[in-house]
């Protein structure tokens, strides 16, 4: 099986609590490519409030998990996204939702737990707005890059500073 090419705007971020702190660290850009293996990685940090994930690819599409304890919760920014990139369909399949017929998608629809982050003060209406603001197509307010969303669920989080250190690792800003 062939791997995915990695682009330089693709990042992975490990966000969890330490000493009543958030921390944020960049994880290899590899693990953007397998869900499994993602989750496998966020499984083995420690945290008080469950370990995140966020992952933005291709400046297109971004995937949210949350591991706490034995529970795994999972949001696809653009279900579009499964018709070109291996991770967002790993997602979709991990959903049991099947991929969509290109010619059924006209907007971005996000997949999976929208509730992913309610209980850390994100509802779901929020966190909906938020991935559809990604629609590039959109001539309503598109924000430029994928980071922009993930930076704006951290600041709402509570992991802001902690969230934009890190993408500037990861993206070598």
């Known amino acids: 099986m062939a791997m995915p090419e990695v682009s330089e705007t ?8 330490e000493d ?14 397998d869900l499994a293996g993602l989750v496998r990685v966020l499984r083995q ?21 949350r591991v706490v304890g034995s529970q795994v ?3 696809l920014s653009d279900i579009g996204a499964a018709l070109d990139y291996p991770l ?18 006209d907007q ?4 999976g737990d ?6 850390l003060g994100l509802d779901e209406m929020e966190l909906a707005a938020i991935c559809s603001r990604l629609d590039l197509d959109s ?7 994928v980071e922009d969303a993930v930076e704006s669920i951290a600041a709402r989080l509570g992991f802001g500073l902690a969230m934009e250190r890190a993408l500037d690792v990861a993206l070598g800003s």
């Open 139 to 145: 001539d309503d307010d598109p924000w430029d890059h």
């Open 88 to 105: 967002a369909e790993q997602v979709l399949e991990y959903l049991d939702i099947p991929v969509p017929d290109e010619e059924d998608l």
């Open 73 to 75: 919760s999972v949001l």
């Open 20 to 33: 009543d702190q958030w921390e944020a660290d960049v994880l290899p850009e590899t693990v953007t490519a």
């Open 114 to 119: 929208l509730s992913i982050f309610a209980d």
């Open 45 to 65: 940090q420690p945290s008080i409030a469950g370990t995140i994930g966020l992952a933005g690819i291709d400046d297109y599409f971004f995937v949210a998990i």
């Open 10 to 17: 693709d990042f992975a971020i490990i966000v969890f609590r």
């Open 108 to 111: 971005v629809l996000p997949a």
